[in-house]
């Protein structure tokens, strides 16, 4: 379990390289005392051993650092169990206190998953578990309940969800967490070997030119074939590797035994050799692709090279590119060599997608791009610390700053899962579930849809909160009554419902949104029958069933007829598709098809067959006779939807549906619907679609028609442009584009229509609700939290901090999912999916003033997901201390953290740390970059390797720092002192040609070195005797 130090050589991690075995000493017998031997793995020596038990060992396991053992000791009337397990910290290398427990143990494992406890494991079927480094706790035993007398073996599965005891009987009992556990992370069902079907084989027809002859099973024989050339004729030529170029053997430079040279450029990319003769070598182009295809396009209805089983294919549509889901592809330098450019050329931010649960980042921009409720939600803040949404305020507070760059909606998303009604919707996946796609997502959507706007309500409706977090308490959202979510989305109505007998009861009622109500035997009516989406619409909203219902009248029940009047019309119109079946596809294509035949014959011969005009065409286009454009027959094609719908309210409650086109608006005017009461013309603002791809297991995508006002603050110009919207990949796209929709692979899932001049209702004034309080001293959360144990001390009145002041700052984190990875054929690995971090310590540091290096916060999150890796070794942190019932720590919660960096950002501080891209990321947080002093990057040379903060502090401070573990406060102060002598060297960044002497230095030390500080006499840390010496001072 331990590498043992060379020359030039750090130990490698305990839980990465070695190997434990357990001897007698020699000369002895086995049973007087045993050792547990370290040995390494390549040459199986004896690195170090323990004193185990005096008898002999019964168990042992091994997870991370730790290494438990339990056996039996030797007494006057023989062996005994021990009840104390012997337990060694392997990177000291030594014992630490054993652990009583309150069984006979005979077997024992690690369960990380649930922290780093133990399972202890008696024969007799006693079942204990506990911490390795706590106390056992009698109420911890369970029983297991074996059919023989004794238990002979025990062990846990590789995913950790279930337990399996052997008892001596030869029965196996087996417990889990759930029904149908996974044994191990990575499962596949086992392939077996194919029947022989040489007696079913059918009969083949020797005159088909494409049968495949491997059709015909050929016995194995060592004999000569008929087929088989001579060996006159015939002889070995193996393919010969091609000589290596005589530059790159001149220039090569050699270290160990690898060979670096520079590429001398004597061919063009993408050939290879494909014959040699005397003269040289003759190379020929070979391209990525074998034969051109539309890129546009992925070629589903490619033929398949055997005929058999081209009638089974299932897929014969296309799936435009940028409709395909998105995913990111991992290198070992995470995400700072992705390209995210190369999918999003525009200046909105998209939203990455690996994230659990975020098959509803579509929606998330749909809310965005809605400028009413962009501006009402980050006006909002509370006190609750999983609130939708603040939490959704914070993330629109990120993609109004992002110039382009994908943000991730990682803290929205973990208060989304924190919500009982999420989990009780079904609306939260488990990772399975939405990597293979089995959820349906059309249906997942738009319950999501429906459960995001009742949420918001709610949260927006609980108006008392402390006047320290009432920031937009007095803009022109807030009223006493209903929400201005309901203001916007809400429509009331009455519901009336008439009993045979002739009574009625009348009920209001208000609803957030509708759902499309297709007509009866929509899908066996094959003749074409036309129907208007406004007809479809009418008979959602004012809906007319039958059903059986309570009549106080009859007292009993009774079939009733049941309406629906509108009373009151929305500000924005939602409306959820409902196309989850066969029927329903059916109907859109039909009507589509309606449709288009419509629009031919209205237009007749004045539709083109592509947008290309000539001379004459423009200069008609640009007379008045000719204003409206002509459409194409590709812009008419699988169209059902209208971009804009006329409603008018009558007087006896009844409601008017009517598609409305550009010519209508030339007819009546621009004004004319808002000049009559009641009459109002909503136009078609977002769609979310369902894109089906049975190799992804689908995606969700939406249109969006972004406003002037987005444009205005991003580009600087005012004009509104169809987008399309899939996770980070952001396209302008033609009108036309959003409300066409191919039911074979792309199925409308969700509607939005807005009101003519919505805006102009509403104050769209942004009020930073974030105030200054938020840096004042708080209570810990932790109930064992004392001020002896304070670490920082928190900001004075008059210690506020201005624009451009310094602050130090450094985050640790823990991790809550390991990453997914495999291995490539040539041994490489490849991330899949990377590891979901959580933050777990936040520190800031003065950067300047009489207190310069004082921190003025030192938080540790309090969470409520579970741990898998509390990375105690690069982060500090311990089990227990973010558990506020046994923390000693000063706890908070991650809102409350948050709320005071981002006051930091918003009032103009300057941060100092090193690596702090992926501090802010983990944090969920976007800082503009002028605001960011990161040492990585300042003692960088271009193409070279980043320098750790370790080996900075020791280079140029003479600091010996991250001994045993890192700390955050002594990491923020480290980066401000190098930040300082920065700029000392580089004269503030007006000698940048001294300060490169001073890097080509650094590297040549490093180099030397091996990147390696050399070990301390003595291990001393400036971190205690400079923080905590300053603090009790104060």
Not at 747 to 772: G, H, T
Not at 856 to 863: A, E, P, V
């Amino acid at each position: 379990m331990w590498d043992p130090p060379g020359p030039g050589h750090e130990p490698a991690s305990p839980a990465s390289a070695g190997g434990l075995s357990t001897t007698a000493p020699p000369g002895k017998p086995r049973a007087v005392v045993l050792w547990v031997s370290l040995r390494d793995l390549r040459t199986f020596k004896v690195e170090h051993e323990f004193d185990a038990f005096s008898g002999s060992l019964s168990d042992f396991d091994v997870h991370g650092n730790l290494l438990a053992t339990c056996g039996f000791s030797s007494r006057l009337t023989g062996l005994a169990c021990d009840r104390f397990l012997k337990v060694y910290d392997l990177r000291m290398m030594r014992a630490i206190t054993p652990l009583q427990v309150h069984v006979d143990p005979a077997f024992l494992r690690f369960i990380p998953t649930y922290t780093s406890r133990l399972a202890i494991i008696s024969q007799s079927g006693q079942c204990q578990f506990c911490e390795p480094t706590g106390l056992a706790n009698p109420a911890d035993i369970f029983h297991v309940n074996p059919v023989g007398p004794l238990l002979m073996t025990f062990d846990v599965s590789a995913s950790k969800q279930a337990l399996a005891f052997g008892d001596s009987e030869g029965c196996v009992h087996l417990w889990t967490d759930s029904p149908e556990p996974s044994f191990n992370p990575y499962s596949r069902e086992t392939e077996f070997a194919l029947p022989c079907l040489v007696d079913s084989l059918p009969p083949l027809d020797w005159s088909q030119d494409l049968l495949p002859l491997s059709l015909i099973p050929v016995p194995l024989t060592t004999d000569t074939l008929l087929s088989d050339w001579p060996a006159a004729n015939s002889a070995p030529a193996p393919r010969r590797a091609p000589p290596v170029d005589a530059e790159i053997l001149r220039t090569m430079k050699k270290v160990g035994f690898i060979g670096y040279a520079p590429n001398p450029r004597t061919r063009l990319r993408n050939q290879a050799s494909s014959s040699c003769s005397e003269q040289g070598l003759l190379f020929v182009a070979i391209p990525y692709r074998l034969k051109e295809s539309d890129s546009e396009f992925d070629s589903f209805s490619q033929v398949t090279e055997s005929p058999i089983g081209r009638e089974e294919e299932p897929h014969r549509h296309m799936v435009s590119k940028k409709y395909r889901k998105v995913t990111i592809k991992y290198s070992k330098l995470g995400l700072e060599d992705f390209d995210f450019k190369h999918y999003n050329k525009t200046l909105f931010a998209g939203l990455e997608p690996h994230i659990p649960n975020a098959y509803c980042n579509c929606m998330i921009q749909v809310l965005y791009f809605l400028e009413p409720v962009r501006c009402l939600i980050q006006n909002h803040l509370c006190q609750k610390e999983f609130c939708l949404a603040c939490e959704l305020g914070f993330l629109f507070h990120m993609l109004d700053l992002s110039r382009g760059d994908p943000c991730q909606g990682s803290n929205f998303l973990r208060a989304f899962r924190t919500i009982p009604e999420a989990s009780a919707l079904g609306l939260i996946l488990a990772d399975s579930d939405e990597a293979s796609g089995k959820g349906n997502l059309a249906r997942l959507i738009q319950r999501w849809n429906r459960f995001i706007l009742t949420q918001l309500h709610q949260d927006l409706q609980e108006l008392e909160v402390p006047q320290a977090y009432r920031g937009a308490g007095g803009s022109s959202f807030c009223s006493s009554g209903d929400s201005v979510i309901g203001q916007l989305f809400s429509c009331e109505m009455e519901n009336c419902s008439l009993c045979r007998c002739g009574s009625e009861t009348v009920r209001a009622s208000s609803t957030l949104l509708f759902t499309l109500s297709y007509p009866e035997g929509s899908n066996t009516d094959k003749t074409g029958k036309n129907c208007d989406f406004a007809q479809v619409l009418k008979r959602s909203i004012c809906l007319e069933q039958n059903t059986q219902a309570w009549c106080d009248n009859c007292e009993k029940y009774q079939p009733t007829i049941q309406t629906r009047n509108i009373c009151h019309l929305p500000d924005i119109l939602v409306i959820n598709c409902e196309v989850n079946s066969l029927k329903e596809a059916d109907f859109w294509r039909m009507q589509a098809e309606v449709a288009f035949k419509i629009a031919i014959k209205k237009h007749g011969g004045e539709i083109s067959k592509n947008k290309e005009f000539a001379l004459a065409d423009w200069k008609e286009l640009g007379s008045p006779e000719g204003m409206l454009m002509c459409p194409s027959i590709e812009e008419l094609k699988n169209v059902w939807l209208p971009f804009s719908i006329r409603m008018k309210m009558t007087k006896n409650k009844g409601l008017d549906v009517c598609n409305w086109t550009d010519g209508d608006e030339m007819q009546w005017g621009p004004a004319r619907a808002e000049e009559e009461h009641g009459v109002y013309v909503y136009d078609l603002m977002a769609t979310v679609v369902h894109i089906l791809d049975s190799r992804t297991g689908g995606s969700l995508v939406a249109h969006i028609k972004v406003g002037e006002t987005y444009h205005q603050r991003k580009e600087g110009v005012t004009h509104q442009q169809w987008y399309l919207f899939n996770d980070f990949l952001i396209e302008p796209i033609d009108k036309h584009e959003a409300v066409q929709f191919d039911m074979n692979w792309k199925v409308p899932a969700i509607l939005y229509y807005i009101k003519r001049n919505l805006n102009s209702k509403y104050n769209l004034n942004i009020k930073n609700p974030i105030e200054a309080s938020v840096l004042l001293a708080e209570a810990s959360l932790a109930r064992k939290q004392r001020k002896t144990h304070t670490t920082f001390i928190p900001l004075m009145l008059n210690e506020m901090p201005q624009v451009g002041d310094l602050v130090g700052l450094d985050a640790e984190f823990v991790t809550l999912n390991e990453e997914e990875a495999e291995l490539r054929s040539d041994g490489t690995k490849s991330t899949i999916k990377p590891s979901q971090m959580s933050v777990a310590r936040i520190t800031c540091v003065r950067g300047q003033g009489p207190n310069e290096g004082i921190p003025f916060i030192d938080d540790y999150i309090s969470t409520q997901e579970q741990v898998v890796d509390y990375l105690t070794q690069y982060s500090g942190i311990k089990p227990g201390d973010l558990d506020a019932k046994i923390s000693s720590k000063h706890l908070t919660t991650l809102k409350s953290t948050y709320l005071k960096l981002r006051f930091l950002i918003d009032i103009g501080v300057k941060f100092v740390g090193h690596g702090l891209q992926k501090d802010f990321r983990v944090i969920n947080l976007m800082v503009p970059k002028d605001q960011v002093l990161d040492t990585v990057y300042l003692f960088h040379m271009p193409r070279k390797r980043m320098i750790s903060l370790r080996f900075l502090a020791w280079y140029f401070l003479d600091l010996k720092i991250q001994g045993e573990t890192h700390d955050s406060i002594e990491d923020a102060r480290t980066a401000l002192q190098l930040y300082r002598k920065y700029l000392e060297l580089s004269k503030n960044g007006t000698e940048p040609e001294s300060f490169h002497k001073v890097l080509k230095g650094l590297y040549e030390k490093g180099r030397k070195m091996d990147w390696k500080v050399p070990e301390p006499e003595g291990q001393t840390s400036p971190k205690n005797a400079a923080v905590f010496s300053s603090v009790l001072a104060l």
